[in-house]
């Protein structure tokens, strides 16, 4: 039977439930354990596929095209599994699995409440993630014990551990434990308060995790401990690390993993921990020199987390090749303006990103014929794709006032279209294309050459398409498609210039599927030619021969 572990957060959000779970499933991972993840989110929205970013920042993509909170990118990057659309429940989903049951009936007659029915139907979504395949569910419980929302959520996981059985499930509760410079300590009162309010829900923690910006003392570990009733050793000090890589290791120092697996009777020999791939991660990320500038042209800039996915595959680039990534956050709606100037002049590369709607797109254009004209290595993800083309069939085709039928309807050229069989779906309400689709690289393509292979399986979350119509024209002028989907040849998947030194787009979202340490091609590829770039303009001594 597979055995569950629980993570819930206290005092304030954005603790770092998310990298604290994932940090768990790497260690409980490196044991040899089979490990899948899971997130229940408290917000209405069914999922936050139509959020605004600066809400609740990217939309992360499965395999399976479910669109999910941003923390199960941070699971897969970390346990290196790819999840499903199951592995990310919201209330949103949670009532509307009810209501509809209650209408057909299943409920015959009953008044359907909260208890059982809304309780029940958590429990089910996290029991069927302990398939015969996998050892431990780790599930995060997003938002703070306390908010109003999460209730029937504390209420279901409290229920879950009378019925799985007490050795099965293991709590765990992260908050915050702060120093306060006037005082001169830390002070573990907002524990307190915050374990006090968990119990109150009966649920008592089994181990809690400390955040804090600075170590503390183990007298205030012992003090938490008689004060929450938890064992001393399972009270784990997270202290503020460099890198989120570190994390892992961090809390494997602090007996994170031990303590779990004792409490869980995971701790057979079978079992001892071999951590010597993520070391060699961290080694990486230690091992960086110089930095090259990327220029990440994007809507959202004043939330990062809007593009999070994106700036980690830069980093794992950067890994790969030794070198710091700096990102430089380019409002997309101001690149018109600073053309003239050496923003983009002085940038080793950039990165035209996904979106949806007008605003920006125009920038992201302007961003892309710069990019072209002054070969500035450039990779556009699927809106960045449409800003490529769009350039190119105005600048290069001669397709003057070519455009998207998204940003411009009346457009005499529409290079972006919706394809003819989606306009039906689209306007009884269908939406995208999403998740992994296959696609056929054109042997011999710079595309081709970064995979090492010719058929691929990318993320997509896309509505509109490049027009087939206008294909031929664009690579009369040019433009090399390198990629199609594979199941009629028709979609374009993949563009690239063969005479600059990196100029390549695809439809799809590549960010979702890099890892630390395996980063992903396409972002492999933008480093090294930025690199390259970054010699010729100031010579740093970056020795690609070094790279590990």
């Known amino acids: 039977m597979s055995k569950f572990v629980f993570v819930t957060g206290g005092v304030s959000s954005s603790l770092g439930k998310g990298l604290t779970a994932s940090s768990l499933g790497r260690l409980l991972k490196s044991r040899g354990l089979r490990v899948t993840m899971c997130k229940l989110d408290p917000y209405i929205n069914v999922d936050p596929g139509t959020m605004n970013p600066f809400e ?9 095209g479910g669109e999910t909170d941003l923390d199960l990118g941070h699971y897969e990057r970390f346990i290196d599994e ?8 919201t209330t949103g989903q949670i009532y509307s699995s009810v209501i509809l049951k209650e209408r057909r009936g299943d409920y015959l007659g009953k008044t359907v409440q909260v208890i059982p029915h809304i309780t029940d139907e958590i429990k089910e979504r996290v029991r069927r993630l302990g398939r015969d395949d996998v050892d431990v569910v780790i599930v995060e419980v997003g938002g703070t014990v306390g908010d109003i929302e999460i209730v029937p959520f504390l209420e279901a996981i409290r229920q879950f551990r009378r019925e799985v059985g007490r050795d099965n499930v293991c709590y765990l509760h992260l908050t915050l434990v702060p120093f306060l410079p006037t005082a001169g300590e830390h002070k573990t009162k907002p524990t307190q308060h915050s374990v006090t309010e968990l119990r109150s829900r009966g649920i008592q923690p089994d181990v809690i995790v400390c955040r804090s910006e600075r170590p503390f003392p183990e007298s205030l570990k012992r003090k938490i401990s008689l004060l929450c009733d938890v064992p001393p050793e399972a009270v784990v000090a997270a202290v503020d690390a460099a890198s989120i890589y570190e994390i892992p290791l961090v809390l494997h120092e602090e007996g994170l993993d031990k303590i779990v697996c004792d409490l869980l009777g995971l701790d057979r020999p079978e079992h001892e921990i071999d951590l010597s791939g993520w070391e060699r ?14 220029g990440l042209i994007g809507k959202y800039v004043n939330l990062p987390d809007a593009y999070l996915s994106v700036v980690e595959a830069l980093r794992h680039a950067g890994f790969g090749h030794g070198v710091g990534v700096e990102i430089d956050w380019i409002q997309a709606e101001e690149v018109t303006g600073m053309l003239a100037g050496a923003r983009l002049d002085g940038l080793d590369g950039i990165v035209i990103p996904g979106g949806f709607g007008e605003r920006g797109f125009e920038g992201k254009i302007a961003a892309a014929s710069y990019a072209r004209e ?18 190119y069939a105005r600048n290069v085709a001669g397709l003057t006032n070519a455009n998207s039928r998204e940003m411009d309807p009346t457009t005499p050229y529409a290079v972006i279209d919706l394809m003819d069989e989606q306009v039906d779906v689209v306007e009884k309400g269908g939406t995208m294309r999403l998740g992994a689709y296959v ?3 054109t042997p011999g393509s710079r595309v081709a050459k970064l995979y090492g292979e010719e058929t691929v399986s990318e993320r997509h979350r896309h509505r509109y398409e490049v027009n087939p ?11 090399v498609c390198s990629g199609v989907e594979s199941k009629d040849n028709r979609l374009v998947e993949f563009i690239e210039l063969t005479d600059h030194p990196f100029w390549i787009a695809t439809q799809a979202h590549p960010e979702f599927k890099s890892r630390p340490d395996r980063p992903h091609p396409l972002f492999a ?4 030619a930025a690199i390259d770039r970054c010699e010729q303009r100031t010579p740093r001594l970056l020795d690609l021969d070094a790279v590990v």
């Open 439 to 441: 696609a056929r690289l």
């Open 525 to 528: 590829g933008l480093v090294e």
């Open 469 to 479: 119509r206008y294909r031929g024209r664009l690579e009369e002028a040019g433009l």
């Open 281 to 294: 991660v961290l080694e990486r990320v230690k091992a960086t020199r110089d930095s090259v500038r990327i």
């Open 374 to 391: 002054h070969e500035i290595p450039c990779l556009g993800l699927c809106l960045g794709l449409h800003a490529m083309i769009v350039d």
């Open 56 to 64: 609740h920042g990217e939309v992360f993509v499965t395999d399976d």
């Open 82 to 89: 790819n999840l499903h659309r199951d592995s990310n429940a």
